[in-house]
Each structure stands twice: as structure tokens, then as C-alpha cells.
């Protein structure tokens, strides 16, 4: 089986700051983590667009995401 490896990149324009930080802490809690461990892990928005964004490996996907990073230009990262 060959295997290829791609770059992805989006802009993405965040309008309610505060509903992607819920979303995200909901989404850490489906994965295992306590409201206190994402809180310890996260760094602000860039945080939270990873933890939607990023599910890792899927299982029968046939793909896993390798790294992820999110820049962000203006406040709020």
C-alpha cells in the first residue's frame, strides 16, 4: 500500500468566541478530559479550533492527522 502525505490548510473567521470555547470544552469532555484538564491544556482560541478541527486518527478512515497548528491574526489567540 503507498502511502501519500498532504498538506490542508482553511481560513476560518470566528464570529462568537465564546460558543467555539463551549463547543470545544464540550468536545474535550467527549474525549475524556475534565473541564480542569482542557483548561490546563488550552491556549486560547487556537486551542479550541484544533480540538474541533483535528479528530486525530478515524478509525477505518484510512488517514490520521499527524500534527496541527492554527496561527491567528488579530486578538484573541
Known amino acids: 500500500m503507498s502511502s501519500l502525505s498532504l ?3 482553511a481560513s476560518i473567521d470566528v464570529f462568537d468566541e ?3 470555547r463551549r463547543a470545544a470544552c464540550a468536545q ?5 478530559l475534565t473541564g480542569e484538564g482542557w483548561a490546563s491544556l488550552r491556549q486560547g482560541i487556537a ?3 484544533i480540538m474541533l478541527l ?4 478515524i478509525p477505518g478512515a484510512g488517514f490520521e492527522i499527524r500534527h496541527s ?3 491567528a491574526d488579530g486578538g484573541g489567540a
Open 28 to 32: 474535550a469532555s467527549k474525549e475524556g
Open 69 to 71: 497548528a492554527c496561527e
Open 18 to 20: 465564546e460558543a467555539l
Open 47 to 49: 486551542s479550541d479550533l
Open 7 to 9: 498538506v490542508f490548510t
Open 54 to 57: 483535528d479528530p486525530g486518527s
